[in-house]
C-alpha cells in the first residue's frame, strides 16, 4: 500500500512541477471588493509563481486591463459595488476570446444559477466561496494548460516555422486599422534562389532565408510580414504609398550590402519586389496581391534587384 500511495503522488507531483515553471509568462488579476479575500487569492496565485495585480470592483478591473494588456487570466467575485463580475465577464468577452483571457468566476451567492450565469455570460469556470483550495488550484491549472495549448496552436497554424514570420493564412485575415486610409502590399521574392541552392546546398538557403526574413522583419516592424512559399514574402502596411516605396528601395539596398555567414564563405543574394497601393476599405487584398504580383514579374523580367510600383 505505502509503495502504491508514493507512486501514484509522485506522478501527481511531476505535471504540477512542469506547469509552476510554466506559470511564470502569465500574469493574472484578482477582482474582488473583500480586501481579506483579494489578499488570500494573490497568495495562492503566487504561490504557483504567477504575477498578480488587484482590483476592488469589475469597473476598476476593466481600466486597469487596458493599461496591462498582458493579463491572461483573471479571477472575479461577482457581488461588487459598481459592477458586477458577471457584467464585467460579459463586457471582457466583447474584447477578448476566452482563449485570450481566461475568466474563472467566483461567487459566495447561495443561488445554484450563478454557474450557468457565469458560463453563460463567457467565464471559463466557475467556483462556489469558500471553494476547496486544491480544487480551486486544479481549475487553475486546468485554464492556464488550455491557453499554452490554444496558443501553441494559433502559431502553428498561423507562423512559418522556419522564419517566423506570418504565413500566408494569417496574412489574408489581417484587416487594415479603423484609421488606416491606404493600404500598402509589397510582394517580393529573391532573385536566383536556386543558385544558393544548387551551391550551398538547402541548409545555405534556409540561412539566407532566416537572415533575410529578420532583415526585412527590421525595416518593417509595424507591418504584416508573411513568408508565401519557398522565397516569397509579403508586406502589408498602412499610410503614404511613397513612404512605402521609400522604405521598400533601403530594404533591397539593405539585402543587396548582406553577407550572410554560411560555413566557411559568405552568401549574397538580392531581392526583387512589387509594390501597389488602394483605398484600405475598399480594395479586395487578392486583388491587390495580383498586381503587386504583376509588378514583380516586371522587375524580374527587367533586370531583378529593384522595386517596381
Ligand atoms: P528568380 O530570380 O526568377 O526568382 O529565380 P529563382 O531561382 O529564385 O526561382 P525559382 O522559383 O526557380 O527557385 C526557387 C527555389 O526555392 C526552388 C526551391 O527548391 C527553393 N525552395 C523552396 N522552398 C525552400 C526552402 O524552404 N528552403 C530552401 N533552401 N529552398 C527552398
Ligand atoms: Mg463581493
Ligand atoms: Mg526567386
Ligand atoms: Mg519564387
Aim: hydrophobic fraction near 40%.
Amino acid at each position: 500500500y505505502l509503495l502504491k500511495d508514493s507512486a501514484a503522488s509522485v506522478s501527481y507531483l511531476v505535471p504540477l512541477l512542469q506547469r509552476l515553471q510554466a506559470n511564470t509568462h502569465h500574469k493574472a488579476m484578482v477582482v474582488d471588493d473583500s480586501t481579506m479575500i483579494r489578499r488570500h487569492l494573490v497568495n495562492l496565485l503566487e504561490r504557483q509563481n504567477l504575477s498578480v495585480i488587484q482590483a476592488e470592483n469589475g469597473c476598476e478591473a476593466i481600466n486597469l486591463l487596458a493599461e496591462h494588456p498582458d493579463v491572461t487570466l483573471i479571477i472575479t467575485d461577482n457581488d461588487m459595488p459598481k459592477k458586477d463580475g458577471i457584467t464585467m465577464t460579459r463586457e471582457i468577452r466583447r474584447m477578448y476570446s476566452r482563449n485570450q483571457i481566461a475568466i474563472l468566476g467566483l461567487s459566495g451567492s447561495s443561488d445554484n444559477s450563478m454557474t450557468a450565469q457565469y458560463l453563460k455570460a463567457g467565464a471559463n469556470d466557475f467556483l462556489y466561496k469558500p471553494f476547496n483550495q486544491e480544487e480551486f488550484y486544479c481549475r487553475i491549472h486546468h485554464m492556464l494548460n488550455m491557453k499554452d495549448t490554444s496558443d501553441k496552436l494559433y502559431k502553428m497554424a498561423n507562423q512559418d516555422t522556419l522564419t517566423g514570420l506570418w504565413n500566408r493564412r494569417y496574412f489574408f485575415n489581417q484587416q487594415c486599422d479603423k484609421g488606416c486610409q491606404h493600404r500598402n502590399i509589397a510582394m517580393m521574392d529573391i532573385d536566383f534562389f536556386k543558385k544558393v541552392n544548387d551551391t550551398y546546398g538547402h541548409d545555405g538557403g534556409d540561412a539566407v532565408l532566416i537572415h533575410v526574413s529578420r532583415l526585412i522583419q527590421a525595416h518593417f516592424e509595424d507591418a504584416v510580414v508573411a513568408r508565401f512559399g519557398g522565397e516569397e514574402f509579403c508586406i502589408q502596411a498602412c499610410g503614404s504609398f511613397s513612404h512605402f516605396q521609400q522604405r521598400l528601395e533601403q530594404l533591397r539596398v539593405d539585402i543587396e550590402a548582406l553577407y550572410i555567414p554560411y560555413l566557411d564563405n559568405t552568401i549574397n543574394v538580392t531581392m526583387s519586389i512589387g509594390a501597389v497601393s488602394g483605398a484600405a476599405q475598399s480594395h479586395a487584398i487578392d486583388d491587390m496581391l495580383r498586381t503587386a504580383d504583376d509588378h514583380l514579374y516586371y522587375a524580374k523580367e527587367h533586370g531583378r534587384n529593384q522595386v517596381v510600383a
